[in-house]
């Protein structure tokens, strides 16, 4: 199975920046997943459905929610099995708990997220 781990969130002011980590796991599973699949970032806060915010293909092209469109930027190293997230300019708005997992999502695939809090 693909084990997805995210890191780097933590407590960010408006404005700031923050750039998340997801290292998935390095057997045939997950450098199958990297070579082949699109890789995204999810965010989920409280009282909200987990919501798709940004993708990307094993080409390198992306794709944004609008409300993050311009801020955010997604990335990805196949050959280390890395996913990143670097988001700029934040509001109080993205606060929430990111994942990353394959666009379309596998269930199984779902790690702890990392959570992202913007506050001043």
């Known amino acids: 199975q693909v084990q997805l781990v995210e890191s780097g969130g933590g407590l960010v002011h408006p404005g700031g920046s923050q750039r998340l980590s997801c290292a998935a796991s390095?057997?045939?599973?997950?450098?199958?997943?990297?070579?082949?699949?699109?890789l995204g970032w999810y965010r989920q806060a409280p009282g909200n459905q987990r919501e798709l915010v940004a993708a990307?293909?094993?080409?390198?092209?992306?794709n944004y929610t609008d409300s993050v469109k311009g801020r955010f930027t997604i990335s990805r190293d196949n050959a280390k099995t890395m996913v990143y997230l670097q988001m700029n300019n934040l509001k109080p708005e993205d606060t929430a708990v990111y994942y990353c997992?394959?666009?379309?999502?596998?269930?199984?695939?779902w790690g702890q997220g990392t959570q992202v809090t913007v506050s001043s």
């Open positions: 997992n394959t666009v379309p999502y596998t269930d199984r695939s």
């Open positions: 990307i293909s094993p080409d390198g092209s992306t």
């Open positions: 390095r057997n045939i599973f997950g450098i199958t997943v990297f070579s082949i699949k699109d």
